[in-house]
């Protein structure tokens, strides 16, 4: 059978189990999965599908149909389905659009939170990546008494460089979170930008210098109220809320206010108002929100020590597959500008780890079984990299006992996190990326490795352990019914006689 022959009848195989051809709303692939969205995922055959010939696993996630078909394969089979159903003009970001109007407006609003953060990204990684650069040249002990940059005084200037291009974007955090949430919310991201400029204006005062009793800011009175010059340096909340206004107010203003002079008023009356709501009421609400979300979580790891790590590492997890992990991102921007460290991100990083040493035990127990080694192995790939979507779904959560082996060695594993005193720089990236971002402090490097070796051994251990005790159950209950059935017959046969 020619490959093309081949990929058409997977086609075929996979219309006829999701409802047929009426049921699809939008078809696109990424570089492991065919991704479907449906207008009625209850049409799903999901044990059908997983049988098809090539398919290595299936899941749900973000109202996307996903199914696993691996590198390259994928975008033979996605070449031959989509003109199969007449949709191969659609790009991935059609389809995450598509699957995101599915969504309740809980939903769509953590998808919303969760683009801000995805958008800059790459600013953040950069820094983070230069700053864990520049803790390698400068830690000593890691490679000697004396740290690089000490036993080769040359890369002193280097090093120094930098320093100055990682605290940088760090420093105009703000700014960046406003740009990317005025345009995630329908808004100018040019006038997001300028609100960005008012919130770290160098007329202000210092927050962190006010914060510490350093510097007292000027008040001046607007309208009747007083307000207080003080910057807002490290208001990540406080830049996402004014994303949203300054998007709304610019909306509104296009709307109401007449082509003619549209062009000088609009923009106008959204820097102005914004800029005034962001002194009077975002800032004020923002700045308690900021607060209390960082001391809350300062304050679980203070009280709940070890029980409050091994706990947030157990249950991560289960937060993913709820959705709510994409709160994280506005989470560890706020703790790194207040604390200067993030303890989410390793934490987060061993709750993947672990999964992808579940999907290593279920393969240890499952090795004669191809189909099992074809799904396995790419998908303890990618937990490698910090994606955990095809362990979860394509393996540990469907067969469940591995999910929860899984989130028993995360759990221990965040013990060691505490006892470590392990943290990053950054957030975004776990795995082996997320090494680069490794707080250097307290032997960070090593401990990385340490904490990730104990998750991914943890989630083998466990999952073969009670893997084995299923199949000794189970063959104790066959062996139960196979010895009441042979009791029955020897009744049976002494009443006969």
Request: proline share 3%; glycine share 10%.
């Amino acid at each position: 059978m020619k490959k093309e022959e081949q990929y058409l009848n997977i086609s075929e195989e996979i219309i006829k189990n999701i409802g047929g051809e009426e049921n699809i709303q939008g078809v696109a692939h990424c570089a492991t999965r065919l991704r479907i969205v449906l207008k009625n995922n209850d049409q799903v055959d999901i044990e059908a599908i997983d049988n098809i010939d090539l398919v290595k696993g299936i899941f749900v996630a973000g109202d996307q149909l996903q199914i696993i078909f691996g590198s390259g394969l994928v975008n033979d089979i996605y070449e031959v389905f989509s003109k199969r159903t007449k949709m191969e003009n659609m790009s991935l970001s059609d389809v995450k659009e598509k699957s995101s109007k599915k969504q309740n407006p809980f939903q769509q609003a953590l998808k919303s939170l969760s683009d801000v953060f995805i958008d800059i990204m790459p600013a953040i990684l950069a820094a983070a990546l230069l700053m864990g650069l520049s803790g390698l040249l400068g830690q000593q002990g890691l490679f000697g008494e004396q740290s690089i940059v000490e036993m080769y005084p040359g890369l002193a200037g280097i090093n120094r460089f930098i320093g100055i291009v990682s605290s940088s974007v760090f420093g105009m955090l703000p700014l960046i979170v406003v740009y990317s949430s005025t345009k995630r919310y329908g808004g100018r991201p040019i006038l997001g930008l300028v609100i960005g400029s008012v919130m770290l204006n160098n007329n202000l005062a210092d927050a962190y210098a006010v914060a510490q009793g350093a510097v007292s800011p000027d008040v001046i009175n607007v309208f009747g109220l007083n307000i207080g010059l003080i910057g807002f340096q490290g208001g990540i909340i406080i830049a996402l809320m004014m994303g949203y206004v300054v998007a709304k107010l610019d909306n509104y203003f296009e709307r109401k206010i007449h082509n003619s002079i549209k062009l000088l008023v609009s923009p106008m009356l959204t820097v102005f108002i914004a800029s005034f709501l962001l002194f009077t009421v975002v800032g004020p609400v923002g700045r308690i929100l900021a607060d209390g979300i960082t001391s809350g979580l300062l304050w679980a790891t203070l009280n709940l020590g070890i029980f409050g790590f091994m706990l947030f590492a157990g249950v991560q997890q289960i937060i993913v597959i709820t959705g709510l992990h994409h709160l994280f991102g506005a989470i560890e921007s706020q703790l790194i500008v207040d604390t200067g460290t993030n303890f989410i991100n390793p934490l987060a990083s061993v709750a993947v780890a672990s999964q992808g040493g579940a999907v290593l035990g279920y393969l240890l127990l499952n090795w004669k079984n191809e189909k099992v080694r074809e799904l396995t192995i790419p998908a303890f790939i990618s937990t490698l990299f910090g994606i955990s979507e095809p362990a979860i779904f394509g393996v540990t959560l469907r067969n469940k006992y591995p999910f929860v082996a899984g989130c028993i060695a995360s759990a221990i594993a965040g013990g060691y996190i505490y006892i470590s005193e392990l943290t990053s720089l950054a957030y975004g990236t776990t795995g082996i990326p997320g090494f680069a971002i490794a707080s250097s402090e307290n032997n960070g490097y090593l401990n990385y490795l340490i904490v990730h070796l104990i998750a991914i051994s943890g989630g083998i251990i466990l999952t073969v352990l009670y893997g084995k005790l299923i199949s000794r159950e189970s063959f104790s209950a066959k062996e139960s019914n196979f010895s009441k059935a042979t009791n029955k017959v020897r009744a049976k046969k002494l009443k006969t006689e």
